[in-house]
């Protein structure tokens, strides 16, 4: 079964810092890959994803990862972060083979708390 | 804009109550899933749907059960709650396409058990 791996549980950074949260998959096959983010109080909500193509993708709110095929790896990275980045992050992972009906696989989430 | 929602943000139940969630979308999405999030555990899928009266267990589907009796609505049943399915739980769909597939999901409920 395909599993992921988020490095870091807890994260604390001031604000400015650059960000990286690291996430590893264990499947080899093709796989669509997202990161979602929980905001205190609010629901899911996805910040960005890859299919194909440009493995450095761009999301919402100036967060970017990069897809490294050969290191199974997509890492989220923003280079100054704000206060309001404070969050749960998850990274998730699905199978492709066609429909996409199965459901997403995801990490344990990174808990982010960005100090002033 | 997708929509997906849940009937209750929060519901507080009693051991052994036969307990009903649902999850209704409303852009015609083939595909339901029901996860459940607890604390440095992550999201883990339950169960999931990808067509009226079709249900496919996820990792997690000991002591749940759903239904799916119209395309926009996916129930999570608990036949009899226990203290350990405390948890928040989420709804998501998705449409069938030749290609990738997003998750859309719902605000969840928080279900506590006592």
């Known amino acids: 079964a395909q599993s992921v791996s988020q490095h870091n549980h807890h994260v604390i950074l001031s604000e400015a810092a650059s960000l990286e949260l690291g996430c590893n998959y264990s499947y080899g096959g093709t796989v669509n890959l997202f990161w979602y983010v929980q905001y205190p109080g609010q629901h899911l909500q996805l910040l960005l994803k890859y299919f194909s193509g440009d493995p450095l993708v761009k999301g919402i709110k100036g967060f970017e990862a990069e897809f490294i095929k050969s290191k199974f790896s997509f890492n989220l990275r923003k280079p100054s972060v704000q206060w309001s980045d404070t969050a749960e992050y998850f990274c998730a992972v699905i199978l492709w083979e066609g429909g996409g009906a199965d459901g997403l696989t995801f990490g344990k989430g990174t808990h982010l708390i960005i100090q002033p | 804009d997708v929509k997906v929602t849940q009937s209750s943000r929060y519901l507080v139940k009693r051991t052994g109550e036969k307990v009903f969630l649902e999850c209704v979308q409303d852009?015609?999405?083939?595909?339901m899933f029901w996860y459940r999030q607890d604390p440095g555990l992550g999201l883990r899928l339950i169960y999931f749907s990808y067509d009226v009266k079709m249900k496919e267990k996820g990792d997690i589907p000991e002591g749940y059960s759903v239904s799916r009796e119209k395309k926009e609505r996916f129930s999570l049943i608990l036949e009899s709650a226990s203290t350990n399915q405390t948890s928040m739980y989420l709804c998501?769909?998705?449409?069938?396409?030749?290609?990738?597939?997003?998750?859309?999901f719902g605000p969840g409920t928080r279900l506590t058990v006592l």
């Open positions: 852009m015609d999405h083939e595909n």
């Open positions: 998501a769909s998705s449409f069938v396409a030749g290609g990738p597939i997003e998750q859309f």
